[in-house]
T-cell receptor
């Protein structure tokens, strides 16, 4: 069955370190998204991609970067982790089928920056 | 700019009671709205979308353009409905669509 996976599921790191969170989907979807989930803020869009070699900044992109070298993967990199980036991160994908695309979410990665 | 507001962070009801989770939006275009749900220890998943006009797990939501609302309702809540609920607005962005989420409402159904 097609699915979307994230790794690691839990990560503890130190301030200033570079961290990469993986997202892999087998839906063959063109669109992929990264969100962070924080109490009181809901889900906020970090970066998104509409296809290979395409990346775009979302609402809260500062301190994060992504790259899209193939359809299946959209890794999220924290260049220099900060305590404010402690959060739960969700990856999602959707197909380009016009209006009202449903997004399919991964299980999430809980990141703690000490 | 688009915005989705869920005024209740927490909502508790007793089993068998009606439940309504409020969602208001602001968007200059033609809105497409969704409710997503996250059960404990599970991933976020689509509950329903307004264009389908369907009932899922007993939940319904009607888009009221006059009041710019998309409230989620269920006449008789069940304990398994306890979850975090997010209202989301879909908007065009280039060749695809993006979702703007509300801050979520944690629903607890008490026995």
């Amino acid at each position: 069955d097609a699915e979307i996976t994230q790794s690691p599921r839990h990560k503890i790191t130190e301030t200033g370190r570079q961290v990469t969170l993986a997202c892999h989907q087998t839906w063959n979807h063109n669109n992929m998204f990264w969100y962070r989930q924080d109490l009181g803020h809901g889900l906020r869009l970090i970066h998104y991609s509409y296809g290979v070699q395409d990346t775009n900044k979302g609402e809260v992109s500062d301190g994060y970067s992504v790259s899209r070298s193939n359809t299946e993967d959209l890794p999220l990199t924290l260049e220099s982790a900060a305590s404010s980036q402690t959060s739960v991160y969700f990856c999602a994908s959707s197909e380009s089928s016009g209006a009202g695309d449903t997004q399919y979410f991964g299980p999430g990665t809980r990141l703690t920056v000490l | 700019a688009q915005r989705v507001t869920q005024p209740e962070k927490l909502l508790s009801v007793f089993k068998g009671a009606p439940v309504e989770l409020k969602c208001n939006y602001s968007y200059s275009g033609s809105p497409e709205l969704f409710w997503y749900v996250q059960y404990s220890r599970q991933r976020l998943q689509l509950l329903l979308r307004h264009i389908s006009r369907e009932s899922i797990k007993g939940f319904t939501a009607d888009l009221n353009k006059g009041e710019t609302s998309f409230h989620l309702k269920k006449p008789f809540a069940q304990e398994e409905d306890s979850a975090m609920y997010y209202c989301a607005l879909s908007r065009s962005s280039g060749s695809a669509r993006q979702l703007t989420f509300g801050s979520g409402t944690q629903l607890t159904v008490l026995p």
